[in-house]
């Protein structure tokens, strides 16, 4: 059985001073960075953005794509939804994602025992893939799985947030 691969997107965001005055401050999907992403990446829609992660869906493939959002990118959020006035533009380059498939859930328990079978067994497949990228140098591609939790302040990040200091 060939162990299933997929290539994540490298996105490389160019979070530029025009974008940073348009946004909308404590809004996941219309931040700074979030546009920067948007418009780094013409393929994706539904981009949300918070201090862990940055979620992008590609609906043509109907996968998503999670990325951690880069130590620089989480300081100049916190600043922004901060109220911090910037004077310069802000690239960083996503890279590693975990890649799930798009889409609303829905609950089917005997699909669900099904595919937790199979993902076991693609897991170890996966899982000596993994160790024979990581030998010839290469980063590894979370393919399925539950994605990160998101935080408090996925959607709204106005609570809490003020007391974070960069």
Not at 146 to 159: E, M, W
Request: charged share 25%; proline share 4%; hydrophobic share 40%.
């Amino acid at each position: 059985m060939p162990t299933p691969t997929i290539a994540a997107r490298a996105i490389d965001v160019d979070a530029t001073m025009e974008l940073y005055h348009r946004a909308k401050r404590r809004s996941s999907g219309h931040c700074w960075i979030a546009e920067a992403v948007k418009q780094a990446a013409p393929w994706g829609s539904h981009v949300a953005v918070d201090l862990q992660t940055i979620r992008v869906t590609d609906t043509q493939a109907e996968k998503r794509y999670v990325y951690l959002t880069p130590r620089i990118a989480q300081i100049a959020l916190i600043k922004y939804d901060q109220g911090e006035e910037r004077t310069e533009g802000l690239q960083f380059k996503l890279r590693v994602a975990q890649v799930t498939k798009a889409g609303r859930r829905t609950r089917n328990y005997e699909a669900e025992k099904i595919a937790k079978k199979q993902a076991t067994a693609r897991k170890q497949a996966a899982a000596a893939a993994a160790h024979v990228q990581a030998s010839a140098g290469q980063r590894p591609v979370v393919i399925g799985g539950i994605t990160p939790p998101l935080s408090n302040f996925a959607r709204v990040r106005q609570f809490g947030v003020k007391h974070f200091v960069a």
